[in-house]
C-alpha cells in the first residue's frame, strides 16, 4: 500500500484512520482547533466502521484475491472500506458494468471477504433461530 503517484491514489479508511491517529498523536498544534475537531470527529466515525479491526495483511490479502475478478480499482476500494456481507451489498458496491456478476462471482467474493475480514463484518440473524432459554 505504498503511494506510487504521490498526486493520485486511492486510500483506504484504514490507512486514513492510521494518518489521523498520527496527526492526534502530534502534539503540535499550534491554533489547530479546527483540525483538531475534524480529526476528533473522523476518528470516532472510523473507529465505528470495518476498518478498526482490518490490518495491512488482511487489506494485501484481500486485494491479491479480488484481483481476479474485473473490478475497477475504486469498487475494490469500496469493497475493502465495507466489506460485502450480501449478494446484494455486492452489487451496490460495484458500478453497473456490461456484464454484471455471476452469483457464483458474488458467493465468492463474499466469501473472500469472511476469510479476510472475518473480525469485521457481522453475522446476518437467521430469521429462524430461537432465543436460548
Known amino acids: 500500500m ?4 504521490a498526486t493520485y491514489s486511492y486510500i483506504t479508511n484504514f490507512e486514513v484512520m ?12 499550534w491554533g489547530m482547533h479546527n483540525l483538531a475537531t475534524v480529526t476528533y470527529e473522523a476518528l470516532q466515525y472510523l473507529e465505528e466502521s470495518p476498518c478498526k479491526t482490518q490490518t495491512r495483511e488482511s487489506i494485501k490479502g ?6 481476479t475478478y474485473r473490478l475497477m480499482p475504486h469498487e475494490q476500494l469500496q469493497m475493502v472500506n465495507d ?24 458467493e465468492a467474493i463474499i466469501q473472500l471477504t469472511h476469510k479476510h475480514f472475518s473480525n ?6 437467521q430469521a429462524n433461530q430461537q432465543a436460548p432459554t
Open 120 to 125: 469485521t463484518t457481522t453475522e446476518p440473524v
Open 18 to 29: 492510521q494518518i489521523l491517529q498520527h496527526i492526534k498523536g502530534t502534539k503540535k498544534k
Open 83 to 106: 466489506p460485502p456481507t450480501s449478494a446484494l451489498h455486492t452489487q451496490l458496491l460495484i458500478d453497473d458494468n456490461k456484464v454484471p456478476l455471476t452469483d457464483e462471482e458474488n
Open 62 to 67: 484481500y486485494l491479491c484475491d479480488l484481483a
Open 2 to 5: 505504498e503511494t506510487v503517484n
